[in-house]
């Protein structure tokens, strides 16, 4: 009998017709609304593999009812919607995407950046109501991006990419990392500093960690208020890095310029989120890695890493921790 597996969102058809060929497909055929709970543990109870999104909460309730699972092929770098160390006692797989976005999230990264700096969504919206009148010299301005100093928080390899943006036009680049990475600060000429020098020296904060327990609220009111007050914090990470009620006090009493979140603590975010109610916060609804390709890539990498564990042969890209 041929392998099940159950996917928990509408895939590009080529990556259907690729997992069908060996495999028995069951699908949430939803490309909008997320599978409903009760049926994500109605079908892993028959599935030999899952591949799931991000927002799919695959906690130890759903693996307990997982009776023929071997692998958990989450379609995103993150994976903190899975109970690894649960899955690790059953001997599931878990597996991610990394790689394959990279360039795609540095680039959303600097277009928020520059967004938020030049105030264009609050700019296009005063057009597009009819509210611009006679121009006037200070009328929608920003904050100088060329030359500026870029604080990146998590050297991996996104924020590898968004060096090679920041060089481009001129930026200062100082990193904070967990362990410090010589050989890249020759490289791409950046300079270490400690996160407390780093939130009082930069203009732009770029927040590109790994999400865990250990980083939940890195960000609260003690880091934000050593930031400078014309300062730019930008999140493109995860939501929970950041203490959200912090970030909304800091941002409405002035005490830091501006904010650029594609992600939120919970999402999706709800519209009467203080955040969303202030015209110094850019907003997105998480689409760090929403170009066609990457998306594809991303669906196709982790078809595969389903394909291979099935197949008795190693994941491609498992989970360490």
């Known amino acids: 009998?041929?392998?099940?597996?159950?996917?928990?969102?509408?895939?590009?058809?080529?990556?259907?017709?690729?997992?069908?060929?060996?495999?028995?497909?069951?699908?949430?055929?939803?490309?909008?609304?997320?599978?409903?709970?009760?049926?994500?543990?109605?079908?892993?109870?028959?599935?030999?593999?899952?591949l799931c999104l991000l927002t799919d909460m695959v906690d130890e309730e759903v693996i307990n009812e997982a009776t023929r699972l071997k692998i958990i092929s989450?379609?995103?770098?993150?994976?903190?919607?899975?109970?690894?160390?649960?899955?690790q006692k059953k001997g599931i797989i878990v597996t991610n995407t990394p790689g394959v976005l990279t360039e795609t999230t540095a680039d959303?990264?600097?277009?928020?950046?520059?967004?938020?700096?030049?105030r264009l969504i609050d700019a296009s919206d005063c057009l597009r109501k009819g509210e611009w009148g006679a121009w006037s010299p200070m009328q929608h301005t920003g904050q100088e991006v060329y030359g500026a100093t870029l604080g990146i928080v998590g050297?991996?390899?996104?924020?590898?990419?968004?060096?090679?943006?920041?060089?481009?036009?001129?930026?200062?680049?100082?990193?904070?990392?967990?362990?410090?990475?010589?050989?890249?600060?020759r490289e791409l000429e950046i300079h270490f500093t400690k996160l407390r020098d780093l939130l009082k020296q930069a203009d732009f904060v770029c927040l590109l960690l790994p999400f865990s327990h250990?980083?939940?609220?890195?960000?609260?009111?003690?880091?934000?208020?050593?930031?400078k007050s014309n300062a730019i914090l930008i999140n493109?990470?995860?939501?929970?890095?950041?203490?959200?009620?912090?970030?909304?006090?800091?941002?409405?009493k002035g005490k830091i310029w501006a904010a650029g979140l594609d992600v939120?603590?919970?999402?999706?975010?709800?519209?009467?989120?203080?955040?969303?109610?202030?015209?110094?916060?850019?907003?997105?609804?998480?689409?760090?890695?929403?170009s066609v390709q990457t998306r594809i890539n991303m669906?196709?990498?982790?078809?595969?890493?389903?394909?291979?564990?099935?197949s008795e042969k190693k994941p491609i890209t498992p989970v360490k921790l």
């Open 74 to 87: 989450n379609m995103a770098v993150g994976f903190n919607n899975i109970d690894i160390h649960s899955a």
């Open 1 to 50: 009998m041929r392998p099940t597996i159950y996917i928990t969102r509408l895939l590009p058809k080529d990556v259907i017709d690729k997992l069908s060929i060996d495999l028995n497909v069951r699908m949430w055929e939803e490309e909008e609304i997320p599978v409903p709970r009760e049926i994500l543990l109605r079908e892993i109870k028959n599935a030999d593999g899952l």
């Open 214 to 227: 250990e980083v939940y609220h890195f960000i609260g009111k003690e880091e934000l208020s050593l930031m």
């Open 155 to 185: 050297l991996g390899r996104i924020g590898e990419a968004l060096v090679k943006w920041a060089k481009g036009f001129n930026m200062n680049v100082l990193y904070y990392n967990r362990t410090q990475k010589f050989y890249k600060e």
């Open 299 to 310: 669906a196709k990498l982790a078809a595969d890493n389903i394909l291979n564990v099935l």
């Open 264 to 290: 939120f603590e919970e999402e999706p975010v709800s519209s009467d989120h203080p955040l969303l109610s202030l015209p110094n916060v850019v907003t997105l609804p998480h689409i760090g890695s929403a």
């Open 236 to 252: 493109t990470a995860r939501g929970g890095i950041v203490d959200e009620d912090a970030l909304f006090d800091a941002l409405k």
């Open 108 to 118: 959303l990264t600097f277009a928020l950046l520059m967004a938020t700096a030049r």
